[in-house]
């Protein structure tokens, strides 16, 4: 699925945020709702996971790391051939 976001120019100027800000923001607000995984809310903030944990700790957010991010994690190292 792909959704698209409409936002008129005035209300995005009031904001002051750029497409990039508002693409983490909700990246950002999906995860702490714990609505999708660390690895998802990167994707959508279009940023490394690296980065998106570093994010998370300048504003304090606790990474919520659980067996299923774990063993996705291990899943993904595997297959990257990473030792």
């Not at 714990?34 to 990474?63: P, S, W, Y």
């Not at 991010?69 to 990257?80: I, P, V």
Request: proline content about 1%.
């Amino acid at each position: 699925m792909r959704i698209s976001i409409d936002i008129p120019d005035n209300i995005a100027r009031t904001a002051e945020l750029t497409e990039a800000e508002l693409l983490r923001e909700i990246a950002v607000l999906l995860f702490q709702q714990e609505r999708i995984t660390l690895g998802k809310a990167a994707q959508i903030a279009r940023m490394h996971q690296f980065e998106f944990q570093h994010l998370l700790a300048n504003r304090d957010i606790c990474v919520h790391y659980g067996l299923e991010e774990y063993q996705a994690d291990m899943k993904s190292l595997r297959e990257n051939n990473w030792r």
